[in-house]
């Protein structure tokens, strides 16, 4: 056989130019997607992750497996940017990255995490999720029946009530164009001192919440003004759905930061919203203040105002205004309005458009009425 032994020119080398060089680097970067995701393991890892945030001891819960191989796991994620780290005073939780899809990168994670929600999770891995939600909401509840009669001054640590309660009713008030709607249910109302203004707003007003000695609170402050159109349920968005609720708008100030997953309960509000309805909530934006989670027993520090705009449009709500309202020790309060569309549908949105956080107040026009 003849072999032929031409001299190389440079157009036969491979391209050294900056295009070349990008290019190899994207079929690397996807290449690394590809191989961290080639586990049954972490596959179901990040199945898991699909709407909620989880240390590595909770997935070592959910999936029966040793710390060190867990974090190895997670560890082959991360670099491929199939999760990311997000840290909560001092335990580091993990979840999903909000994604741009602008690269084949990118798109390929977003395929892969719709490919993989549309495998049912197996009833082991859900009871065990189960029980990781359950644990976090005990150690909420037993936070405000321990604190219950120091509520407000804990409170006050974070945020005085009029800061967020003022945007709140003002936003309520503007939407409702002087109508009363017929049913309103308030998730977590503490005190109670919200029900005041909401059973004006209202034939017939919900409290809800899972502290019985919180809600005795708001019950001895609906009697004392005779606040005759209120009732209270003991319990959370679940029991509510179990009881068939169902109402024209929801409210809830300073709630979704105390509860184990706060995505499922926006779903659950989404559910319980009549057609048309509005879910209006205050929160803190996110934050770094650790002591927060002692002093205060909040699971979460704070929401990226994008977190919460995903966890809407994957309810099929659409978004309203938002407030944004910096205060003086640091932390920012965001107030955001969701809507659910008029033809009822919950079809999924997508992703929703992200919103910039400002460190003063800002707001953006609604797109809906109620
Ligand atoms: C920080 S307090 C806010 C109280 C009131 N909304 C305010 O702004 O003054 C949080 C309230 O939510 C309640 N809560 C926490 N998790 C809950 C859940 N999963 N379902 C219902 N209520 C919950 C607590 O018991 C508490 O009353």
Redesign the pocket.
């Known amino acids: 056989m003849l072999l032929n032994f031409w001299p190389m020119n440079d157009s036969m080398l491979p391209h050294s130019d900056s295009a070349g060089t990008e290019a190899a680097a994207d079929y690397a970067e996807l290449a690394g997607v590809y191989k961290a995701c080639g586990d049954a393991l972490r596959l179901e890892i990040l199945r898991v992750l699909e709407r909620n945030a989880y240390g590595v001891l909770e997935l070592c819960s959910i999936f029966d497996v040793k710390q060190s191989a867990m974090s190895h796991h997670l560890k082959v994620l991360a670099k491929a940017r199939m999760v990311e780290a997000q840290r909560e005073g001092n335990s580091i939780f993990y979840r999903r990255p909000i994604l741009a899809g602008d690269d084949s990168a990118e798109l390929a994670r977003l395929q892969l995490y719709s490919n993989l929600d549309l495998l049912p999770l197996t009833t082991d891995t859900r009871d065990r999720i189960g029980n990781v939600g359950e644990q976090r ?1 005990q150690q ?2 037993a936070f ?1 029946s321990r604190y ?1 009669e120091h ?2 001054a ?2 006050e640590l974070i945020a005085e ?1 009029p800061l ?2 003022t945007p709140v009713r003002d936003m309520l008030q503007q939407q409702l164009a002087g109508e009363k709607v017929n049913r309103l249910l ?9 029900l005041e203004d909401l059973s004006q707003m209202a034939d017939s007003v919900i409290a ?4 019985e ?3 005795q ?2 019950r001895d402050f609906a009697d004392a003004r005779q606040l005759s159109n209120v009732r209270f349920i003991v ?3 679940r029991s509510a759905l179990e009881q068939s609720v169902s109402v024209d708008v929801i409210v ?4 979704l ?4 997953s706060p995505a499922d ?1 926006i779903r659950d509000c989404a559910a319980l919203l009549r057609p048309g309805g509005m879910l209006i909530l ?1 929160d803190l934006s996110r934050h770094d203040q650790s002591w927060a989670r002692e002093s ?2 909040d699971l979460w520090l704070g929401f990226d105002s994008t977190e919460i705009s995903r966890w809407g449009a994957q309810s099929g709500l659409a978004e309203g205004e938002s407030i944004y309202i910096g205060v003086r020790n640091g932390f920012q309060i965001q107030v955001r309005q969701f809507l659910l569309p008029k033809n009822g549908n919950r079809a999924l949105t997508g992703e929703a458009a992200c919103q910039s956080e400002g460190s003063a107040t800002s707001t953006h026009p609604s797109h809906c009425n109620l």
């Open positions: 909401a909420s509840q405000f219950a509520f407000q804990h409170q009530y967020y309660a308030e998730i977590g109302p503490g005190e109670g001192a919200f809800l919440d899972n502290s000695e919180m809600l609170k708001a319990g959370d968005t809830m100030n300073m709630v930061h105390h509860v184990a309960m205050s205060c027993g």
